[in-house]
């Protein structure tokens, strides 16, 4: 029986002997890559700079504390995202206040957030679900207008851009995630862009500790202060050499992507009982969805065909035990959101995919479909 994979991380030979020369070197961290790694995704994200961190989680908490957030502050979020954009809110004692989103593309409006405000609402956090872009410009005017932060989960968007601006970009951070799954991975990792310096600096401490000077920075050995409560969110050299090398390429993965996800609109432009989004230029594809009512009974056939596929995500987060007991919600309120959490599935689209193969993953789903 065929066997296709969800995911497949695009690692070379090389990368790993880079890997190999960090490890014996002995300097596993504050090393060559992590500054190379974070020059080479400013480069690509056209951003002033660019922070290596301990994961897309660690990212958003740090900007979340470095934007003031505290206890009796609110900060709207989608309901459809990983639970992690929501924590990086509680973290800091804020509450978290989940909007509903649009179907397909699981983003959030200017109109969902607008019915979320109240004089608690200190900021936003935007996700671009599956690497399709929010409404950027729309969303930054309005957050201008009432004078709250934007902070953009870009968990999915390396190479999301919107009106030729890339994401992250808009707010006043972004965080991306270099998970096993994405588009590029460092097993575990991150990495957050900003363009103002102040808070650069700001991150920066925070993510180390709270300390004040770079080891390179040094006048002596083991002198610096610590000028406010940090965390320990670094990432190793060695994940850093494994993310510049996949960088120096990403332009080649992207590309394959488009190509990929093309095929697939293709292939299920006559498919009345399947939904997606259109193809746009501007979309990372970090993955490709589909929505369909049968969802459950597609993923077990699926499975018993050996495709791997996925589902971003399978629960709205104010269905999360966590969220539901603490402010006393109800998925009712969120009725796209569980529209969504019930019809969607991720399908691969990877450099190493065949176009083959994704005719035959295209395949399986309309016969199943249409025969139901």
């Not at 671009?128 to 709250?148: S, V």
């Not at 796209?336 to 789903?365: C, E, G, Q, T």
Request: aromatic share 10%; with cysteine.
């Amino acid at each position: 029986m065929k066997k296709i994979k969800f995911s497949i991380p695009n690692i070379k030979n090389s990368h790993l002997n880079d890997v190999k020369r960090v490890l014996k070197s002995g300097w596993l961290t504050h090393g060559k890559y992590t500054e190379l790694f974070e020059n080479q995704f400013k480069k690509f994200t056209k951003s002033r700079f660019a922070l290596t961190v301990s994961s897309c989680t660690a990212g958003l908490h740090l900007i979340c504390l470095a934007s003031g957030f505290k206890k009796g502050d609110e900060v709207i979020v989608p309901a459809m995202s990983h639970t992690a954009t929501s924590h990086a809110i509680e973290y800091t004692g804020a509450k978290a206040v989940f909007c509903d989103v649009n179907y397909p593309s699981g983003n959030i409006s200017v109109e969902m957030i607008k019915r979320k405000i109240t004089k608690k609402t200190k900021g936003v956090i935007v996700v671009h679900m599956a690497g399709h872009p929010c409404d950027l410009e729309n969303i930054l005017n309005f957050c201008k207008k009432k004078r709250l932060t934007l902070i953009e989960d870009c968990a999915h968007a390396i190479g999301t851009l919107h009106k030729k601006k890339h994401a992250g970009n808009y707010g006043v951070a972004g965080s991306f995630s270099f998970y096993p799954t994405k588009q590029i991975t460092t097993g575990e990792g991150g990495m957050v862009i900003v363009n103002n310096k102040k808070l650069f600096l700001k991150l920066k401490m925070l993510k180390q500790f709270g300390i004040d000077k770079d080891i390179k920075d040094r006048k002596k050995q083991g002198e610096y202060n610590v000028k406010d409560l940090g965390y320990n969110y670094r990432m190793t050299d060695f994940q850093s050499s494994l993310g510049y090398n996949q960088m120096l390429n990403y332009k080649k993965n992207l590309s394959i992507r488009h190509l990929i996800a093309k095929r697939y609109i293709k292939n299920f432009k006559n498919s009345e009982n399947i939904d997606h989004m259109e193809y746009s230029k501007d979309c990372s594809f970090f993955v490709f969805q589909i929505f369909c009512k049968k969802r459950d009974l597609l993923l077990k056939h699926l499975k018993k065909r050996g495709i791997g596929v996925s589902v971003h995500y399978i629960n709205p987060l104010p269905k999360m035990e966590y969220y539901k007991k603490k402010y006393d919600l109800k998925i009712s309120d969120f009725k796209i959101a569980k529209m969504y959490a019930d019809r969607n599935i991720s399908l691969p689209i990877y450099p190493k995919l065949s176009l083959h193969n994704v005719d035959f993953i295209s395949n399986v789903i309309k016969r199943f479909i249409d025969e139901k």
